[in-house]
């Protein structure tokens, strides 16, 4: 998988740090697509442990398993014990924790411990589709890093007329706005969402049309299939939107408005992960649309 311009520059500056020795024992890293992410990690990881090849003895890499797709309590320390050995082969470990967020709490305080106290030469990278969803104290250790990733954003027409009635929904609630409302502005809220609600529809049957051989009636393996793309199009609009929310906010030109943005992004990224275990797109926006307009609403001129 092929690394954006913007990431590579980020990577290099990872690389020199390890050479310089100034490198951080613990990153957590933000990446939608986790694929991406071991792609971001892999040529990191090689210059670290002096390998052109992985895997390697002294490559760790803890997943969640079983049902309920978490990280096990006893996985995280068998992993902390095995990170507390002498290198196999060289002098560093690097230990990749894939889907950092799936750790319950007595998991993620195991982890706690050895990231608080890591031993000489090791290096922990925790990557999570939604970082915000960990614990403050794990997020407290790691030096925080996103990555922009290389998929292009959606360009259908009726998202992008969506995220145009989204801004003008918005931008009168900014402090600097003259007109100002004092309440939430509940009618177009609504309406606003039934718009969604309509644009996902119209682009997914659009996406229909463009493939070729399209059966005429759903069969037992098209329904899973609808529903894979449906849900694939979502993570793809909810990434856009975040880029569109930190270009939004860009473009006021207000400083003391930044402080705002780490709390609505951390929300829009919980929303997204509550509408891709089992609550709707259409609500999981709503959740985030009047967390944020409450936010404006509250922030003084």
Known sequence: MDISSRDRGVLEKLRQGFRSGRLAHAFLIASAEM????????????AILGTDRLPHPDHFILQPSGLTAQIKTEE?????QRVQQT??????????????????PSAANVLLKTLEEPPAGSFFFLLSAHPSSLLPTVQSRCC???????????SHPPWEDWKRRWREWLLPLFPHQAQRPKLLP?????????????SVVQILEGTKEAKPNSAESPDQETVPADESAKRTLQQRLWIDLESSVEMLWREQGD???FRLLPPVIATLEKCRGLSE???SFSTALEAWLIFTAQALLNTEN
């Not at 995280?76 to 902390?80: F, P, T, V």
């Open 35 to 46: 694929a991406y992410g071991r792609a971001f990690l892999t040529p990191l990881t090689q």
């Open 76 to 80: 995280a320390r068998g992993l902390c």
């Open 87 to 104: 290198p196999l082969v060289g002098r560093h470990k690097v230990i990749w924790i894939e889907g950092a967020e799936r750790c319950p």
């Open 144 to 154: 925080f890093l996103r990555l922009r990733g290389t998929a292009a954003p959606p």
């Open 186 to 198: 509940i009618p177009s809220l609504y309406a606003l969402l039934a718009a969604l609600e309509s």
């Open 255 to 257: 400083v003391t408005l």
């Open 277 to 279: 275990l089992n609550l």
